[in-house]
């Protein structure tokens, strides 16, 4: 199962990071989830909850 960004369409690879998808995925199932570039744009009080601090950045 491979974890793609709802809003950008990156994918998440087995480290961790965050990556464009280059490719066609065959045979492949997808979920969706949120990378933190994203979830800093869209939810800014929730990245700051999640990284343990309480900036929102504006």
């Keep these: 199962m491979i974890t793609l960004c709802a809003w950008c369409k ?3 690879t087995k480290d961790g990071r965050w990556e464009s998808a280059d490719e066609e995925h065959s045979n492949t199932i997808f979920t969706h989830g ?3 570039d994203c979830l800093k744009e869209q939810d800014p009080q929730l990245y700051g ?3 343990g601090n309480d900036e929102e950045d504006s």
């Design 34 to 36: 949120i990378c933190p």
């Design 10 to 12: 990156r994918i998440r």
């Design 49 to 51: 909850e999640m990284l």
